[in-house]
T-cell receptor
Framework: DAKTTQPTSMDCAEGRAANLPCNHS???????VYWYRQIHSQGPQYIIH???NNETNEMASLIITEDRKSSTLILPHATLRDTAVYYC?????????????FGKGTRLSVIA | DVKVTQSSRYLVKRTGEKVFLECVQD?????MFWYRQDPGLGLRLIYF???????EKGDIPEGYSVSREKKERFSLILESASTNQTSMYLC?????????????FGSGTRLTVV
């Protein structure tokens, strides 16, 4: 799988949008971008994934650049409960059952 | 509400003991995974399984084995526990093909080997 680069940590004020960047400059055309988060002392939680188009669900929005070399996860109105480590992962589509490989992620702190 | 349940939240075992970590999912998922998580090292894949009685080694299988006799249950076995196996162990499952579906993780088992 292609490597991703994320900032080690970020802060965000409560109620503001949290924009978490991810660089995946070596991504291939058939690789999806996945986002997970891990709240302290819990297992990781799936957030969203996409291939080319921007995606939105009840948790977040995923913006993928046209060249697909980077993406941004947006939490539109961050709350204290969004404080977590956020993982950006790229993975080949239709690769059979190749497991996800987690990097170090971004530690997001939402501040009151 | 779909679930991945790990049998113990906290576990303390002695060096040399054989340890069983159990994971059960109620979603009829084909794929199951065991990771361990350590400070500064992130999540590392130990073993995974795509089907009953099938298993594949992950990145760090040494000192571990697994068993999948039933679709819903995936057991991680520490043959002879050592202190360097003190860690948080996380089980996950997914539907096939996993790239189209997210992984669902359990809450983890924090194992301490003394």
């Amino acid at each position: 799988d292609a490597k991703t680069t994320q900032p080690t940590s970020m802060d965000c004020a409560e109620g503001r949008a949290a924009n978490l960047p991810c660089n995946h400059s070596t991504i291939s055309g058939n690789e999806y971008v996945y986002w997970y988060r891990q709240i302290h002392s819990q297992g990781p939680q799936y957030i969203i994934h996409g291939l080319k188009n921007n995606e939105t669900n009840e948790m977040a929005s995923l913006i993928i650049t046209e060249d697909r070399k980077s993406s941004t996860l947006i939490l539109p109105h961050a709350t204290l409960r969004d404080t977590a480590v956020y993982y950006c992962i790229v993975r080949v589509a239709h690769s059979g059952n190749t497991p996800l490989v987690f990097g170090k992620g971004t530690r997001l702190s939402v501040i009151a | 509400d779909v679930k991945v349940t790990q049998s113990s939240r906290y576990l303390v075992k002695r060096t040399g003991e054989k340890v069983f970590l159990e994971c059960v999912q109620d979603m009829d998922h084909e794929n199951m995974f065991w990771y361990r998580q350590d400070p500064g090292l992130g999540l590392r894949l130990i073993y995974f399984s795509y089907d009953v009685k099938m298993k594949e080694k992950g990145d760090i299988p040494e000192g571990y084995s697994v068993s999948r006799e039933k679709k819903e249950r995936f057991s991680l076995i520490l043959e002879s526990a050592s202190t360097n196996q003190t860690s948080m162990y996380l089980c996950a499952s997914s539907r096939s093909p996993p790239e189209n579906y997210g992984y669902t993780f359990g809450s983890g088992t924090r194992l301490t080997v003394v």
